[in-house]
């Protein structure tokens, strides 16, 4: 299988750090995204990983560890309009790079 | 530029009947995905066309068929429709490196 493991729900506070884990199996694994969804709207990209270690882009980063079959989003300087779910999704191959998520991590930040 | 487009924004349809969904790619992208998505869950990945041809499919039953046409865009069919059909159905065009998502086709089956 696929199976791609994400936490349900994380609450935090307004300016702070939150980190968001994602664990998945590695066989035949070809690169990790992040997505972000506003409730009732589309996917939005945030980050794509495909090798080792740390991806910076403004307050959010995103890391892998391909042998661990681990990422993190990390997002920091929370704001309000953070509050989304956040979409943990693998790519693997077999010609058209399929796109598999997790269920989904719906971050609620509170001021 | 025009994103992922797709159509109708909402829908509702009775138990046994037939929907057709569409979706336009973002300019530049000839590979498309399609992705049921419950209330409360991620993203589940139906099937993927490129070059007018089903590539890959996920776990869904035949009554979920689809198409692709030279112009890239696609229609999602599904048929005899059950009410644990009601979900968000997104489109996704792919790019270089990641796909682009369209706001999606909220289908009710009653």
């Known amino acids: 299988g696929q199976n791609i493991d994400q936490p349900t729900e994380m609450t935090a506070t307004e300016g702070a750090i939150v980190q968001i884990n994602c664990t998945y199996q590695?066989?035949?694994?070809?690169?990790l995204f992040w997505y972000q969804q506003h409730a009732g709207e589309a996917p939005t990209f945030l980050s794509y990983?495909?090798?080792?270690g740390l991806e910076e882009k403004g307050r959010f980063s995103s890391f892998l560890s391909r042998s661990k079959g681990y990422s993190y989003l990390l997002l920091k300087e929370l704001q309000m309009k953070d509050s989304a779910s956040y979409l943990c999704?693998?790519?693997?191959?077999?010609?058209?790079?399929?796109?598999?998520f997790g269920a989904g991590t719906r971050l609620a930040v509170h001021p | 530029d025009a994103g992922v487009t797709q159509s109708p924004t909402h829908l509702i349809k009775t138990r046994g009947q037939q929907v057709t969904l569409r979706c336009s790619p973002k300019?530049?992208?000839?590979?498309v995905s399609w992705y049921q998505q419950a209330l409360g869950q991620g993203p589940q990945f139906i099937f993927q066309?490129?070059?007018?041809?089903?590539?890959q499919r996920g776990n869904f039953p035949d009554r979920f068929s689809g198409h692709q046409f030279p112009n890239y865009s696609s229609e999602l069919n599904v048929n005899a429709l059950l009410l644990g059909d009601s979900a968000l159905y997104l489109c996704?065009?792919?790019?270089?490196?990641?796909?682009?998502f369209g706001s999606g086709t909220r289908l009710t089956v009653v």
């Open positions: 996704a065009s792919r790019g270089t490196n990641f796909y682009t």
């Open positions: 590695t066989s035949g694994f070809n690169g």
């Open positions: 990983n495909v090798l080792d």
């Open positions: 999704a693998v790519s693997y191959p077999g010609g058209y790079n399929k796109l598999i």
């Open positions: 300019s530049g992208h000839d590979t």
């Open positions: 066309y490129y070059e007018e041809e089903e590539r």
